[in-house]
């Protein structure tokens, strides 16, 4: 493991996160200045409150933090571009996000950070539900993340693995606006996607309509996905082993190439990464069609850095980084998502949730550039659009508490 960076901006957290021990504290919405502020807030009268929602248990979301609050939850394993640092490492990004929720949603957000295996963390936030209007997984290493996910769909409350679909929606969100800037077609695209981890993973589910409903998800024409060992394709030696790699062999590339990365984007409209850095190099990039899309989406170091990517011929680049044009970051996408589902009180995030998620994203911008194809992730409006969109796909699709 690397040793902090004591310098510039890792300094300058470090010293922040020791000022203030953490970025998150509990804050009281009522007064307790009295003893009838005290007898209202706890006993006696919490008492009747108790006894209300002990009669009818959905009284839970009108007198408690339920309809106001999520549980991020991680195991440490794939935490950030650190990897497996364990459930103490993850403390300081579940905390970030949880002020990320407050600040862009107004949601309660609590950090729980479990030192669990597998089968002990379902059972764990299925214990904890009872308090909770959502759970964000986060960090969580695939193929245990897809596996959790699964397993968790039927809580009652929206569960979502951020990684996963925050990734996937902010990327759909980014390709819609560059095929307005440059005139293509999604439908249109070759596209190639390094990496089959989680955000990989669910990249390629939802820009190839894989699992989703026809009428509301447009397929692109082709997609090629690559791990460390080259292309994924049907029958590749060793694939059974992996059921969601197995998945994407059999349900992209349907034209069976094989070879490596480089291989794969030979012709290709849109390179997508969610890999490690230094992969792609400008010979890669000029093997593309014409004008290509590059989003370089690895961190810190992307597999392609932007000036290298324009020099190569790039029209549109992308980056997860804040000091480049085109930041692709799923801070877009899950503060609005998750508001959108606690105030249709929805049961599930939904496919098509998540789709109008990313049409609400793209839509923000209502003439996107080249260098500005997504809203700046510090625009407090997107996470409402976002949260309109999907409470109203949730009333729609019939997993709202409300009735239409």
């Not at 993340?145 to 759909?172: K, R, S, T, Y």
């Not at 989703?212 to 692109?220: A, E, G, I, Q, R």
Request: contains cysteine; glycine residues 10%; charged residues 25%.
């Amino acid at each position: 493991m690397d040793s902090p960076d004591r310098s510039g901006i890792g300094k300058e957290s470090l010293d922040l996160h020791a000022t203030h021990q953490g970025k998150l504290a509990v804050v009281s919405k009522v007064p307790l200045s009295s003893r009838a502020d005290l007898s209202r807030a706890y006993t006696p009268g919490v008492a009747d409150v108790c006894r209300e929602i002990a009669r009818d248990q959905r009284l839970v979301w009108t007198y408690t933090l339920k309809a106001n609050s999520v549980a991020i939850v991680s195991d440490g394993t794939a935490v950030l571009g650190l990897g497996d640092i364990g459930p103490y490492g993850a403390i300081p990004v579940m905390e970030g996000k949880a002020v990320l929720f407050k600040e862009f949603a107004g949601i309660d957000a609590f950090p729980i950070c479990l030192d669990a295996e597998d089968a002990d963390i379902v059972r764990i936030i299925k214990g904890i539900t009872p308090v909770f209007g959502g759970i964000n997984l986060e960090d969580i290493a695939a193929p245990r993340c897809f596996e959790i996910e699964e397993e968790l769909q039927d809580l009652g409350i929206p569960v979502m693995h951020d990684d996963q679909h925050g990734a996937a929606i902010a990327v759909l969100a980014a390709l819609i606006n560059a095929c307005k800037v440059t005139g293509k077609n999604l439908e249109d695209l070759k596209v190639v996607v390094c990496g089959a981890g989680a955000a990989g993973y669910a990249i390629c589910r939802l820009l190839k309509c894989i699992g989703y409903d026809s009428n509301s998800c447009v397929p692109v024409h082709e997609l090629i996905a690559c791990d460390t060992e080259g292309i994924i394709y049907r029958g590749r030696p060793g694939l059974y082993h992996n059921k969601y790699k197995f998945i994407l062999g059999d349900e992209t590339n349907t034209a069976k190439r094989t070879g490596t990365l480089a291989d794969a984007m030979v012709g290709a409209d849109v390179f997508i990464g969610v890999s490690i850095a230094g992969l792609v190099s400008q010979d890669m990039v000029k093997s593309m069609n014409p004008e290509p899309i590059v989003f370089s989406l690895a961190n810190p170091v992307p597999e392609i850095m932007p000036d290298q990517a324009r020099e190569a011929g790039a029209i549109i680049i992308g980056t997860g980084r804040s000091d480049y044009p085109n930041q692709v970051n799923n801070v877009l996408v899950f503060p609005g998502i998750f508001r959108g589902a606690l105030d249709a009180r929805a049961t599930r995030i939904t496919d098509e949730m998540k789709i109008a998620a990313a049409h609400a994203i793209a839509d923000y911008l209502e003439y996107p550039l080249p260098e500005r194809i997504l809203p700046d992730p510090l625009d407090r409006g997107v996470a409402q659009a976002v949260a309109k969109a999907v409470k109203t796909a949730a009333i729609e699709g019939g997993v709202s508490r409300y009735e239409r």
